[in-house]
């Protein structure tokens, strides 16, 4: 796991941190039907997750997430905006979506547990 830097033009409140994290996904779908799914986490900070989708979700779609990381401890329950949506090619030709998620509401213990695992992950 380490750090991803940040572009000179960035300005992030917090540090992201390269490391697969479990998440499952409650939202509405397309078609307004309450849907669960889970994908792993490229990045994470206290801010915010980055994940590979198989299928685009709306910018603006609300998610509730559970962050399973790695210390054992109960998932970190987030809601959390899709903020940015980027169409890549995947390995068999097909295409894949990296979709940026920030954070809506985090209790401050989670939000201190987010820094500690960033912060403190070798």
């Known amino acids: 796991m380490k750090k991803s830097p940040d572009k000179p033009s960035e300005r992030r409140l917090?540090?992201?941190?390269?490391?697969?994290v479990a998440v499952l996904r409650t939202f509405l779908d397309h078609e307004n039907d309450l849907r669960r799914d889970g994908v792993i986490a490229r990045?994470?900070?206290?801010?915010?997750?980055?994940?590979?989708?198989?299928?685009?979700?709306p910018v603006g779609c609300v998610s509730e997430l559970e962050l399973y990381l790695?210390?054992?401890?109960?998932p970190?329950?987030?809601l959390g905006r899709?903020?940015?949506?980027?169409?890549?090619?995947?390995?068999?030709?097909?295409?894949?979506?990296?979709?940026?998620?920030?954070?809506?509401?985090?209790?401050?213990?989670?939000?201190?547990?987010?820094?500690?695992f960033c912060n403190h992950a070798e």
């Open 14 to 20: 917090f540090y992201r941190l390269d490391s697969s």
């Open 43 to 57: 990045n994470v900070s206290a801010g915010g997750i980055l994940f590979i989708n198989n299928e685009s979700l």
């Open 70 to 74: 790695p210390d054992g401890q109960k």
């Open 76 to 78: 970190i329950v987030a």
């Open 82 to 116: 899709v903020v940015r949506v980027e169409e890549l090619e995947s390995e068999n030709g097909g295409h894949v979506y990296e979709t940026g998620v920030q954070f809506l509401h985090l209790q401050e213990s989670e939000t201190t547990r987010l820094h500690r």
